[in-house]
T-cell receptor, first 112, second 114 residues
Framework: GENVEQHPSTLSVQEGDSAVIKCTYS??????FPWYKQELGKGPQLIID?????GEKKDQRIAVTLNKTAKHFSLHITETQPEDSAVYFC???????????FGAGTRLTVKP | EPEVTQTPSHQVTQMGQEVILRCVPI?????FYWYRQILGQKVEFLVS????????KSEIFDDQFSVERPDGSNFTLKIRSTKLEDSAMYFC????????????FGNGTRLTVT
């Protein structure tokens, strides 16, 4: 089955700097890659997703890149703000939610 | 915006006791899920549910676990005889479609088994 690895496990940046979180996946049949943000005491919330027919997707300060050949995808947050502090999870699936597999999470801290 | 709601937010139980975790999925969603997150570890798939039956379950979802949709709104996870290793956050999620549809998670129930 699919295995998703995520790095780093913790990341601390200064407000205004960029943050990058990287994930690799094992199953070349995976074609859907969402990213979730989990704030303290809450469930994961989808922030951006990408499908395998595109290499990059951007939404304001957040972007995700996908390299299908290398089987890795990354989350980029620019101009970080303290409210970006949370745990971020990557995930991969073949499109159906039954086989969605999550990374271990990255705790991002943005220092004011 | 519609939300998935879970109750209780925290449940403490003794080993061997039965617990029922409750979820109200988003009203027009058709697919329902339970996930588990042991402290500091990955979010793990437990079970999916559609059309009043389990559509898939993981190896974690053994005979101690069951799910039910007792009425048109609630979706429950029952653990029949809790073990210490069942201590975790349990998340309910729902989606409107099976493919390429983002999961909408509730805020979770923290289960502590003593």
């Amino acid at each position: 089955g699919e295995n998703v690895e995520q790095h780093p496990s913790t990341l601390s940046v200064q407000e205004g700097d960029s943050a990058v979180i990287k994930c690799t996946y094992s199953d070349s049949a995976s074609n859907y890659f969402p990213w979730y943000k989990q704030e303290l005491g809450k469930g994961p919330q989808l922030i951006i997703d990408i499908r395998s027919n595109v290499g990059e997707k951007k939404d304001q300060r957040i972007a995700v890149t996908l390299n299908k050949t290398a089987k890795h995808f990354s989350l980029h947050i620019t101009e970080t703000q303290p409210e970006d502090s949370a745990v971020y999870f990557c995930a991969a699936s073949q499109g159906n939610n039954n086989d969605m597999r999550f990374g271990a999470g990255t705790r991002l801290t943005v220092k004011p | 915006e519609p939300e998935v709601t879970q109750t209780p937010s925290h449940q403490v139980t003794q080993m061997g006791q039965e617990v029922i975790l409750r979820c109200v999925p988003i009203s027009n969603h058709l697919y329902f899920y339970w996930y588990r997150q042991i402290l500091g570890q990955k979010v793990e798939f437990l079970v999916s549910f559609y059309n009043n039956e389990i559509s898939e379950k993981s190896e974690i979802f053994d005979d101690q676990f069951s799910v039910e949709r007792p009425d048109g709104s609630n979706f429950t996870l029952k653990i029949r005889s809790t073990k210490l290793e069942d201590s975790a956050m349990y998340f309910c999620a729902s989606t409107s479609a099976f493919y390429n549809s983002p999961l909408h998670f509730g805020n979770g129930t923290r289960l502590t088994v003593t």
